[in-house]
Nanobody
Framework: QLVESGGGSVQAGGSLGLSCTASDYPYSPYCMGWFRQSPGKEREEIAEIKPRGAPRYLVDSVRGRLIISRDNDKNTLSLQMDHLEPEDTALYYC?????????WGQGTQVTVS
């Protein structure tokens, strides 16, 4: 089970740190990712990180503003978000993939005004 935390409301230009904690079994062998879904838009993957920590950012608008990281010992995934923009307002999900993303959290809301 994946549980996200750290969402909230922030003014444009501010920062938030999201966390995703796994409580069922170790996700260290899994690729893990952060997704987001804004109202009226499809869910999009914004960042992923391989088991050994190689990150990849899949949305041009977040590069340089978001940092994905993981702590395999603590079974946690993090997303540091800086210089937030109103367009970043969305429900943010973490997910884990052995082959495809089939483990999902419930999401945490981020609102930027």
């Amino acid at each position: 089970q994946l549980v996200e935390s750290g969402g909230g409301s922030v003014q444009a230009g501010g920062s938030l740190g999201l966390s995703c904690t796994a409580s069922d079994y170790p996700y260290s062998p899994y690729c893990m990712g952060w997704f987001r879904q804004s109202p009226g838009k499809e869910r999009e993957e914004i960042a992923e990180i391989k088991p050994r920590g190689a990150p990849r950012y899949l949305v041009d608008s977040v590069r340089g503003r978001l940092i994905i990281s993981r702590d395999n010992d603590k079974n946690t995934l993090s997303l540091q978000m800086d210089h937030l923009e109103p367009e970043d307002t969305a429900l943010y999900y973490c997910a884990a993939a052995a082959t495809w993303y089939d483990h999902w959290g419930q999401g945490t809301q981020v609102t930027v005004s």
